[in-house]
């Protein structure tokens, strides 16, 4: 499925992997998460402390939520006073209330339950994050409000981000690095670097470097774009 | 807080207007009956007063008491046996793929066994006695719970399954905050159509070869043609049964399950 595929995430870096559906992205993101073993070739891993958040927000729904931000830090050991005071903690800076916190996930919002799902990433302090689609299914306005949390919790840890995304904007606007995956076999066929700080990253850049950067040839044949009049 | 307590308050207050639909169908059930038992005559069908007047003077005369606990003592043995191994194989053969498909054509022929055929080797393996009940007991339920806990196991979601991986819960965490809340609701089904079979096996096995429990006091009333007894067992054997369920498996389901109502009824 995956063909030479060569691919490094340094300390505090964040690389997205762009590319159309079927590509092989989710799974590489799998090897990468140790959720699949490869047939062959190997993984090489010194994070210590990764975390995941999925497409869905993927809560226990028996758990209340605070419990379910709480589960990370739970499997590491820490006392249930502790982790409680954490979790409230990242759950009133992700924009949840106390009354939120007491209800299962099912009684909340689509919206609530993935900012819960970011919480219960960020609470162990991960200095891997790995994000399947997170986003995708989110309204623009909290795909900005989310994407702004990452941010501010990614500089305050240090954490490395491998993102998969088929939102090119999505990937302009968060990744120091872009890969270019295309399919059968999946591949890696372009890699950009985005070297503007992410703080720096306006509205009107993000537009206009994701404009740019659809033009490519490699972008357009991986997604079976038709080529560019004139390109 | 002020949410909390309306919530509670709208649960508790359907909670009771459903009892009144439960209470209306089972007057028009007495009423029926009434009926029936006006046109055949007390020989055929007892009307429901003349019934619960001879349970009554069964308990009156102490004769109810002992027989109700000694059946209610065989069908719980029997019962708490198989809800022991059957939830516990069951998880087992769910978390294999091979141990549950080999353990399917077993399952087959349990549920396929009539109860009654058990009861025939259980009395040529234990004769007469408390041996003979519990284990046709056993046999009968330990299929359903087995399935039950099996399906519940197989049935978890995939995608909680990474969610346990991913955040490196341990084996004991997996078990207790992912696998058993998920499994409960698969089991308690099962629990509680096992226990209304174990009532109803129990006094099957009873009839045939014990001499005291409700079994035994039906086959008595009935070698009297005393319909009127015979009513007023069966009477004591439902309530019995009722009593059960919903004093003490509705109340656990629900404080079990509470996150399944919270979640339906607010969204």
């Excluded at chain 1, 399947?132 to 623009?140: G, K, M, P, Q």
């Excluded at chain 1, 995304?165 to 059968?184: F, N, P, Q, W």
């Excluded at chain 2, 349990?110 to 004769?127: E, K, N, S, T, Y």
């Amino acid at each position: 499925m995956l063909e030479d595929i060569e691919l490094n995430v340094g300390e505090g870096e964040a690389v997205a992997l762009v590319g159309p559906s079927g590509c092989g992205k989710t799974t590489l993101l799998n090897l990468a998460a140790g959720l699949l073993t490869p047939w062959e070739g190997t993984i090489a891993s010194s994070f210590a402390r990764p975390a995941m958040m999925f497409q869905q927000p993927r809560l226990l729904p028996w758990k209340r939520t605070l419990a379910n931000i709480g589960l990370g830090l739970k499997a590491r050991g820490v006392g249930r006073a502790e982790r409680d005071r954490q979790a409230a903690g990242l759950a009133t800076r992700m924009g949840l209330t106390a009354d939120d916190l007491a209800k299962y996930p099912g009684a909340l919002s689509g919206g609530m339950q993935s900012r819960a799902a970011l919480a219960r990433a960020f609470a162990v302090a991960p200095d891997l994050l790995l994000l399947d689609e997170a986003f995708s299914a989110l309204d623009i306005g909290l795909k900005s409000e989310l994407y702004a949390l990452l941010a501010g919790e990614r500089a305050a840890h240090g954490s490395a981000v491998l993102m998969i995304t088929h939102d090119l904007m999505e990937a302009v606007r968060l990744a120091d690095r872009i890969l270019v995956m295309s399919g059968s076999p999946g591949r890696i066929v372009a890699e950009h670097r985005v070297d503007t700080p992410v703080a720096a990253r306006d509205e009107a850049w993000v537009f206009a470097r994701t404009a740019e950067f659809i033009r490519w040839p490699e972008i357009r044949a991986a997604f079976a774009l038709p080529p560019l009049e004139g390109a | 807080m002020k949410r909390a307590a309306g919530d509670w308050l709208a649960a508790t207050g359907h909670y009771l207007w459903s009892g009144w639909g439960s209470l209306a169908s089972l007057g028009i059930f007495l009423a029926i009956w009434e009926l029936t038992a006006q046109q055949l005559g007390p020989l055929i069908l007892p009307t429901p007063i003349e019934a619960l007047g001879t349970l009554h003077g069964l308990f009156a005369s102490g004769a109810a008491g002992p027989e109700i606990a000694v059946t209610a003592r065989r069908a719980l043995a029997g019962f708490a046996l198989s809800v022991g191994v059957g939830s516990l194989l069951g998880l087992a053969a769910g978390v294999s793929l091979t141990a549950s498909m080999m353990a399917r054509p077993i399952i087959t022929v349990l549920v396929g066994m009539p109860p009654i055929a058990w009861l025939i080797l259980a009395l040529l393996w234990f004769g007469a006695g408390d041996g003979t009940p519990v284990f046709t007991v056993f046999i009968a339920c330990f299929p359903i719970i087995f399935v039950g806990a099996m399906q519940g196991t197989r049935t978890l979601d995939g995608q909680l399954k990474e969610v346990a991986r991913m955040f490196g819960l341990s084996t004991w965490m997996k078990l207790t905050d992912v696998y058993l809340p998920h499994v409960v609701s698969y089991l308690f089904p099962a629990w509680i159509s096992a226990l209304g079979m174990s009532w109803k096996i129990v006094v099957m096995a009873e009839l045939l070869s014990t001499e005291d429990g409700i079994g035994a006091a039906l086959a008595v009333s009935r070698s009297h043609l005393d319909t009127a007894a015979s009513m007023a067992w069966i009477v004591a054997l439902v309530g019995t049964l009722l009593a059960i369920e919903y004093l003490l498996l509705e109340p656990l389901k629900r404080r079990v399950e509470s996150w399944r109502e919270f979640a339906s009824s607010s969204n």
